[in-house]
């Protein structure tokens, strides 16, 4: 791992929902890089948490993982109780939990786009009390993950799309509330991610490489370049953004 500290993190507390893979787990991996102590959050069974924390911590990071979800109000409670009795306080909140249901808006999946509705919105409205409690007497960070199907209609996306132009639209309204508390609520939103190995069957190729050639800077926006927003948006230097929607794709939404 890097030194940490380059960016004035180290010894801060954070918390990442949907943290054992994909773009959570590279947040999660940035933030133990720049030494916070992660919470990755999780809400299934199974061995991706256990191997999420073991490769944090064997890069020298300081993590645990918390299985809680984080659509229920009784679970969410819990998970806040536990970070609090462990670490005392919160720093830096990263919603980045969703899920996908695919569905046309035209003969829409309505139970599909409810679950999408619940999980981007229901964390945050449900834990903004608890956020800024835990997060009191400090400069607290909540940031969000949301994608360009908040502004674009994606085909198959109107459920993540929905919830995703929803969301942004609560960090607006949470930062006006939370802004004089000394808590920075922002956004990043990316276009198609590049997974890797993780992601390498994917049903419609052509079109990943259609929008990689597309992207200005050359390619499509891997995990990491998430990370790296987000991590920029817990600064101290990064304090005075507030409500803010950062779009981290390369350049790909210049094209239109």
């Known amino acids: 791992m890097t030194d940490p500290g380059r960016l004035g993190l180290a010894g801060r507390t954070a918390l990442v929902t949907g943290g054992t893979r994909g773009v959570g787990l590279a947040i999660a991996r940035k933030l133990c890089a720049e030494g916070c102590r992660v919470v990755v959050n999780h809400s299934r069974p199974g061995p991706e948490a256990e191997q999420a924390v073991a490769e944090l911590t064997a890069a020298g990071g ?52 409810a679950a999408d509705l619940a999980l981007a919105l229901d964390p945050l409205l449900h834990g903004a009390p608890a956020l800024a409690e835990l997060m009191a007497g400090g400069a607290g960070r909540v940031v969000a993950v ?60 052509e079109v990943v490489a259609a929008l990689a050639a597309r992207t200005p800077a050359g390619r499509l926006t891997r995990p990491e370049d998430v990370a790296d927003v987000v991590a920029l948006l817990c600064t101290d230097e990064a304090g005075w953004i507030h409500g803010q929607v950062i779009t981290a794709d390369g350049g790909l939404g210049l094209r239109g």
Not at 67 to 82: G, S, Y
Not at 188 to 205: C, F, H, L, N, R
């Open 146 to 205: 949301s994608s360009s199907g908040a502004r674009a209609a994606v085909p198959m996306y109107v459920g993540q799309g929905l919830a995703k132009a929803a969301l942004e639209s609560l960090v607006r309204y949470l930062a006006v509330e939370l802004a004089g508390r000394g808590i920075a609520v922002n956004a990043v939103s990316t276009a198609k991610i590049d997974k890797g190995a993780e992601g390498a069957v994917t049903p419609q190729p």
């Open 62 to 113: 300081d993590a645990l993982a918390i299985r809680a979800d984080v659509r229920e109000p009784a679970a969410l409670d819990r998970l806040f109780a536990e970070v609090k009795e462990r670490f005392g306080r919160l720093d830096v909140f990263v919603h980045n939990a969703a899920t996908f249901h695919p569905s046309p808006a035209v003969g829409a999946d309505r139970a599909g786009v």
